[in-house]
């Protein structure tokens, strides 16, 4: 959505927050109810908000509503030092810490969708999720090294802040802090530091049972079954998706069950069960493909497509050697997201070469893959080549996996 002119423009000028607000969700093909579940407000509620023209509004109900939709925060009165209306609880500190976040979040037009949970009308748990979805738009052009300091600092703010809290504010805060500890356990994992990774994904667990929250519980125990599934420990992956799912029971949300169906693919191929890996590639996908064209609903950052699960079926099959499974996907379409991630893509497929006899176009992509992970000192991508390596066995290799072995050799990250 072009939030740099037309109708939405014109509503912020006036200070009509509330049609800001409107525009954005239709824009997002979001519906009224939709929203109000997002930010605890009831569809009656999310009509008065939008039509409340130049009136007064909580700077924690636009904090959170900017949040969820993407809207720039200058949009709805918060990127400056002039409130936009009285706050539900007058508090000072509150006001202070979301301003400090939104000068941080400023560095990017547009913040990854940062839903919260349903109740979500805590003025510092809404700036400290801002925070955290900063520092992960950060992540596609800063090396993790450099980014899990600055953090590690945000996740003690957050434990801070939780133990002076009480009751649902507590809650809030616990699920802020499951959020930042998944992304720092994403950090952890990206610099090869794999105990630290488990020992934070853990952490996002617990915060989310402690926030109550039994979706967002779910999530964090399917992204540590992710992480285990790649880290080649397939058991604990499958165990950890079978409690996610039973955790949520039959009523999970479509998003719930397609997305764990690749994380279950994932800890398949991570065993070497091509059946089975299959078959919840196949669920997978065809749950991905029925979904409703909207906002998935928190704690998903990001829309779970076909696009999505052709990725999953790229890494699956780099890991069982099964070149058609890597090849038959169009692998340019594929390569979304940013530097580090295409980088991991890239190796899969490389795999796929590899596992094909392809040897010179494997290592032609590998290295440029390796390029990447030196330049962001990427540990997880410069292991993943060298797993790459020890995959070829011969005693003459070409002069592509020589060179290959020259740019390796002395890496130390």
Request: hydrophobic share 45%; glycine share 10%; charged share 20%.
């Amino acid at each position: 959505m072009d939030f740099q002119t037309g109708s939405v423009r014109d509503a912020s000028r006036t200070g009509d927050y509330g049609r800001v607000i409107a525009l954005a969700r239709v824009a997002r093909r979001m519906t009224q109810t939709a929203l109000g579940q997002a930010l605890g407000l009831s569809q009656s509620a999310v009509s008065r908000l939008e039509k409340k023209g130049t009136g007064a509004y909580s700077t924690d109900t636009l904090a959170a509503a900017a949040a969820h939709l993407e809207i720039p925060l200058a949009l709805v009165g918060l990127a400056d030092n002039r409130p936009p209306g009285p706050q539900n609880d007058g508090d000072n500190v509150n006001r202070r810490l979301f301003l400090g976040t939104a000068a941080a979040a400023a560095a990017a037009p547009i913040l990854p969708q940062v839903p919260g949970p349903a109740d979500a009308s805590s003025g510092q748990a809404a700036a400290l999720r801002l925070a955290t979805a900063a520092y992960r738009r950060l992540d596609g052009t800063t090396a993790s090294r450099d980014l899990a300091d600055a953090v590690q600092g945000h996740m003690r703010l957050i434990r801070t802040t939780a133990q002076a809290a009480t009751g649902a504010d507590r809650e809030r805060l616990a699920a802020a802090g499951s959020e930042a500890a998944s992304f720092a356990g994403w950090l952890a994992w990206d610099k090869g530091d794999n105990g630290s990774a488990r020992s934070w994904y853990g952490s996002a667990v617990k915060s989310a049972r402690a926030a109550g929250n039994a979706l967002l519980t779910a999530y964090q125990a399917g992204s540590l079954a992710q992480f285990e599934a790649h880290a080649g420990n397939s058991v604990e992956a499958l165990n950890l998706v079978r409690r996610a799912r039973r955790s949520l029971g039959d009523g999970r949300p479509a998003v719930a069950d397609a997305w764990l169906s690749s994380v279950e693919a994932l800890a398949h191929a991570a065993g070497g069960d091509e059946r089975l890996a299959d078959r919840a590639l196949i669920a997978s996908r065809a749950g991905a493909e029925a979904l409703p064209e909207e906002a998935p609903p928190w704690p998903w950052v990001f829309s779970f497509t076909p696009t999505k699960v052709s990725i999953v079926r790229v890494a699956c099959g780099a890991r069982l050697g099964i070149a058609s499974w890597v090849l038959r996907e169009d692998t340019e379409a594929l390569a979304t997201g940013h530097d580090k991630q295409r980088a991991l893509l890239v190796l899969d497929i490389a795999a796929g070469h590899l596992a094909g006899g392809r040897v010179d176009a494997a290592f032609a992509l590998a290295s440029r893959a390796l390029e990447t992970g030196l330049r962001y000192r990427s540990g997880r991508i410069v292991e993943r080549a060298r797993a790459l390596r020890r995959s070829l066995s011969t005693g003459s290799p070409p002069k592509v996996v020589r060179e290959f072995d020259e740019r390796l050799h002395g890496v130390y990250l």
